[in-house]
């Protein structure tokens, strides 16, 4: 397993790069949380097999794409993400 993470504005993204079980790629997972603001730190949105569990063939393919899904995540549903 694969981990990195990257701040936003106001989220951190935390991405994932797991093997899967089959040893024929890797599985890619996100979690969003709120970093400033109001109160501790928070998990906003969350997703442990982005695109249904798609295999990547690599872990850093992978990994690019739970961020750009986190960063979507925020662009798109910031209103929604506050806690």
Known sequence: MQL?????????IYAGAME???GDGYIAAVVVSKVRGAGPLREAFRDD?????????????AMSYAFGKGREAILSQSHRLTC
């Open 4 to 12: 990195d993470q990257r701040d936003e504005g106001e989220y951190r």
């Open 20 to 22: 899967s079980r089959l």
């Open 49 to 61: 097999a982005l695109a249904c569990g798609h295999r990547w063939a690599s872990a850093k393919a």
